[in-house]
């Protein structure tokens, strides 16, 4: 069984920061590709941030320059420094995961979702 748990959201400020972290536990033999996605209100899930097992990163054009996604695959976390943040940027912050993990007879890669975190910008 494997668990991604997200955590760091909040209330900020227009033009303050926060950083989100996603700790994945459970029978983990590698993290592949890593994401970030958001939901807001009334809206469709996007994605947000993408990084590969390899270190390569990957944003929506809405948060470049912002936004920073980032790894630690020894610790099996993944982070959202997030940045110059706006109004817009408000929505629940969910991390998704390629883990390779133990199927039900054969390992093998299966993805897996957070259960998301809030993030408030007031403007």
């Known amino acids: 069984q494997v668990q991604l748990v997200e955590s760091g959201g909040g209330l900020v400020q227009a033009g303050g920061s926060l950083r989100l972290s996603c700790a994945a536990s459970g029978t983990i033999f590698s993290m592949g590709r890593m994401n970030w996605y958001r939901q807001a209100p009334g809206k469709q899930r996007e994605l947000v941030a993408e990084?590969?097992?390899?270190?390569?990163?990957t944003y929506t054009d809405s948060v470049k320059g912002r936004f920073t996604i980032s790894r630690d695959n020894a610790k099996k976390l993944l982070y959202l420094q997030m940045n110059s943040l706006k109004p817009e940027d408000t929505a629940v912050y969910y991390c998704?995961?390629?883990?390779?993990?133990?199927?039900?007879?054969?390992?093998?890669?299966?993805?897996?979702w957070g259960q998301g975190t809030q993030v408030t910008v007031s403007s």
């Open positions: 990084i590969t097992s390899g270190g390569s990163t």
């Open positions: 998704k995961g390629q883990i390779l993990t133990r199927g039900s007879s054969v390992i093998t890669w299966l993805d897996y």
